[in-house]
């Protein structure tokens, strides 16, 4: 199993803010991905995130507005860019995805309100 | 493009009886199908894993049945408690990310 930690876990941001979301993980993974939940909806993937390489965006996703970090194979951060209120959601991180039986875990999410 | 659907989107009974939750897919390619149960403003804890070979799974008061042809899972609650009022959500592994359901939120009443 994996056990991530996700900070912060909630904040109020103004609009046209920035606001970075880290994920550190307990143990080396290949990929992280990045979800968004807005207000009674599921989830719905962001983008991948690869050590030493950018990450892979979902339609509807771009880099300039959620850049993506991954410094290392325990590490990744989300920033969520130039905010509105449209960007309230639950964001979450999660390793263990991908061709294989492996589980997946997530963090504990960030719930983000934009004002 | 995988398809997730939950039903019933929301579900309330009284302390104790036993409960169904229900998934269907469109693709049945899966590596494998994974339960969720999410509180309100929180993350998401794991509550079942089946593999694609596998026809159910149990955990406490939980069991999973998957049946990968039609495209279904069923998630089984048994003797229900207040302390399992959440949202349960299905998951499905195609190969890359998983694909979400909207969920069935729960509702266990004293």
């Known amino acids: 199993s994996a056990v991530i930690s996700q900070k912060p876990s909630r904040d109020i941001c103004q609009r046209g803010t920035s606001l970075t979301i880290q994920c550190q993980v307990d143990?080396?993974?290949?990929?992280m991905f990045w979800y968004r939940q807005q207000p009674g909806q599921s989830l719905t993937l962001i983008a991948t995130a690869n050590q030493g390489s950018e990450a892979t965006y979902e339609s509807g996703f771009v880099i300039d507005k959620f850049p993506i970090s991954r410094p290392n194979l325990t590490f990744s951060t989300l920033t969520v860019s130039n905010m509105s209120p449209e960007d309230s959601s639950i964001y979450l991180c999660?390793?263990?995805?991908?061709?294989?039986?492996?589980?997946?875990?997530f963090g504990q999410g960030t719930r983000l309100t934009v004002v | 493009k995988q398809e997730v659907t939950q039903i019933p989107a929301a579900l309330s009974v009284p302390e104790g009886e036993n409960l169904v939750l229900n998934c269907s897919f469109t693709d049945s390619a899966i590596y494998n199908l994974q339960w969720f149960r999410q509180d309100p403003g929180k993350g998401l804890t794991s509550l079942l894993l089946?593999?694609?070979?596998?026809r159910e799974q149990t955990s406490g008061r939980l069991n999973a049945s998957l049946d990968k042809s039609s495209g279904r899972s069923t998630l089984y609650i048994a003797a229900s408690q207040p302390g399992d009022s959440a949202t349960y959500l299905c998951a499905v592994n195609s190969g890359y990310a998983l694909n979400f359901g909207k969920g069935t939120s729960l509702l266990v009443t004293p």
């Open positions: 143990s080396q993974v290949t990929m």
């Open positions: 999660s390793v263990g995805q991908g061709a294989g039986d492996t589980e997946a875990f």
């Open positions: 089946i593999q694609s070979s596998q």
